[in-house]
């Protein structure tokens, strides 16, 4: 089924994940137990993020060295595992940035071969490496763009003119939301304008970034539905599981803790710092529930403890 589909026929609420594939040369095994610990919820589908090219820099006795670390590979492939072994949906990240659109194409046939029908298109993450553009290629700038690739070959328009005779394709797009405004943009409003260009691009779902008060997701989805946007916003929680967190989620996720919350953690002992996560995430997933939100997604990257406590506090 399409995500789209799930949401409009969902009688109880929908609890939905994300993972991150292993790194290069790693083991699956790991994700393969994730999996098997959240399938027990019964998601009706589960995301699996796509990395393209990074770099990275490396100490060594010389100095340190500018390296280009090769993408993480893995999601046609984790995939394909989650709809054939486990029977749920997936929905694999396709991203424009370090990617070519000839690249983006070949990547969404191979899905389309797999029968998987849905697809989160983001733009990426800048990763300090911008990957050259081969003579007589193009890439999609934005994430618009690629919903607009996307939306082409849901129509059976291909980059190759000779492809007359290929079917179209069948496509549920989704895409982000930023409850706390991307780092780019110079404030929300701007930042949901370019939302809305998406969705009337033809995105069908909206699924927003991690956020630990629930006053900016309904914020952002009051000033969303303002302007005219009113495809369904999933919101998207993470639950903090160390000190560290405090400061690398919001570097990296460029979002605010709030100060009970942080306070809490700081004072706690590390032993205690996962329930502490846990009830923190359990007090937001009942007061969405409770204001009728009909999907939460949660960001559990390779790491299940903390969802499956959470599922234990909730009930669910």
């Keep these: 089924m399409k995500v789209i589909e799930h949401l409009n026929n969902a009688v109880n609420p929908l609890i939905s994940f994300e993972l991150i594939p292993p790194k290069r040369g790693g083991d699956i095994r790991g994700l393969l137990s994730v999996l098997d610990d959240i399938s027990k919820f019964n998601p009706p589908f589960i995301d699996i993020t796509s990395h393209a090219a990074e770099v990275f820099y490396e100490e060594t006795p010389t100095g340190i060295k500018k390296k280009v670390k ?19 949906d997936a929905v694999p990240h396709v991203i424009s940035k370090g990617f070519t659109r000839e690249e983006t194409e070949d990547f969404l046939i191979e899905l389309n071969y797999l029968q998987i029908q849905n697809v989160l298109a983001i733009r990426g993450d800048d990763s300090g490496y911008e990957k050259p553009i081969p003579e007589g290629k193009s890439k999609n700038p934005y994430a618009v763009d690629l919903v607009k690739q996307i939306i082409n070959m849901n129509n059976g328009k291909y980059l190759e003119d000779s492809l007359l005779d290929a079917l179209p394709t069948d496509f549920c797009i989704g895409v982000g939301g930023y409850p706390e405004k991307h780092f780019e943009a110079p404030n929300l409003k701007t930042d949901i304008k370019y939302v809305k260009e998406k969705v009337d691009a033809g995105a069908e779902y909206i699924v927003t970034q991690m956020f630990y008060d629930n006053r900016h997701y309904f914020n952002y989805v009051d000033q969303c539905r303002e302007i005219g946007i009113d495809v369904p916003i999933i919101p998207g929680l993470k639950v903090l599981t160390s000190k560290a967190h405090l400061t690398s989620v919001p570097k990296n996720f460029f979002l605010n803790i709030p100060d009970e919350l942080s306070d809490e953690i700081m004072a706690a002992r590390p032993e205690q710092v996962l329930d502490i996560g846990v009830e923190w995430a359990a007090k937001q997933v009942e007061e969405l529930l409770n204001a009728n939100v009909k999907s939460i997604h949660f960001y559990v990257m390779q790491n299940s403890k903390p969802i499956l406590k959470l599922m234990e506090r909730l009930k669910l």
């Design 70 to 88: 090769r993408k993480r590979p893995g999601t046609l492939g984790i995939c394909a595992l989650i709809q054939n072994k486990y029977n749920i």
